[in-house]
């Protein structure tokens, strides 16, 4: 089964915290699926911590490293649906929606994800 990355689990891959980053590094060899609305989260996070030019770098890297899914009509309905009957941020809807879509399992650590109903198969990074 492939793997979908959301932004909590690319943050923590950036800031080298384990058990995550390990995992997700493993992840990335093999191309995950990540939404593009997951790798803004990680773009302004970057960009607040360490400037345009490194969130540039790392958006740059992701493209390379993950399949970066559109936000279509369909997926944001979807998200916006998982958001409207679950309570989470949009941007982990997005992760959710993006995962089923691909028949992924979640790579998180967010509770917002894991300590709730399962929506998705999920792999906790904590």
Do not use: Q
């Not at 390990?22 to 191309?31: I, M, Q």
């Not at 989260?41 to 345009?52: M, S």
């Not at 691909?102 to 917002?112: F, I, M, N």
């Amino acid at each position: 089964m492939s793997v979908c990355l959301d932004a909590w689990a690319v943050l923590r891959w950036l800031e080298g915290a384990e058990p995550a980053a390990s995992r997700v590094e493993s992840a990335l060899l093999e191309r995950p699926v990540m939404s593009w609305i997951n790798a803004g989260e990680v773009y302004y996070v970057v960009h607040r911590a360490a400037g345009a030019e490194r969130a540039g770098l790392v958006l740059r890297d992701l493209r390379a490293r993950a399949a970066l899914d559109g936000a279509s009509p369909a997926r944001i309905v979807e998200a916006a649906t998982i958001k409207a009957l679950h309570p989470m941020a949009l941007g982990d809807a997005f992760a959710v929606a993006t995962a089923i879509a691909h028949g992924a399992v979640l790579l998180t650590g967010d509770p917002e994800i894991l300590d709730r109903e399962r929506l998705c198969p999920t792999e906790d990074l904590r």
